[in-house]
């Protein structure tokens, strides 16, 4: 069985300073990992994807995550934030290209000024 | 392409009445899913299909079915409406590496 643990409920961060959102899972096999973005009252949208390849990946608005196979981790990260960054981020796994999508619990980045 | 599509976008229920939530995909992908989305808990599959004919559970599917008869449509039921079905609900199409989901159906149960 998959799991998906999201270390942080709620990050609290200044406008232009960095985070990271953290991201651990469980899996016996390969996976694919994925980090959602949610703005209030909208769907979800894909910030980026780790499929194969380098485990460096970026996404859009400037995100960017790192997969560590040996830690099992995804870690979520971006320089500077914006208050418009403020939204619920999600971190998923799949362990095939079936759609099944196994998602973490949710971490509320909210941006001050 | 209008992408994923969910109707009704809201709905109030009293315990016990059945309802069918839609859900289309204009984009022919083989792959459909149903989440349900509670405060603290993120997304929980409920049911998906991996094509026309073919359904199976998912984290949990209590209390809804679902069929697949063509690859556009993909409705969930809700037999017997519980106030633990009270969520937001949302319906998700994929290709082979990537799911699009629809805006959601926000379910009250009396």
Redesign the interface.
Known sequence: AQSVTQLDSQVPVFEEAPVELRCNYSSSVSVYLFWYVQYPNQGLQLLLKYLSGSTLVKGINGFEAEFNKSQTSFHLRKPSVHISDTAEYFCAVSSSNTGKLIFGQGTTLQVKP | NAGVTQTPKFQVLKTGQSMTLQCAQDMN?E???W?RQDP??????IH?S?GAGITDQ??VPNGYNVSRSTTEDFPLRLLSAAPSQTSVY?C???R????F????TRLTVL
């Open positions: 992908h792959y459909m899913s989440y603290g808990m993120g997304l929980r599959l998906y991996v998912g984290e949302f998700a199409s994929s082979s590496d990537e799911q989901f629809g805006p959601g």
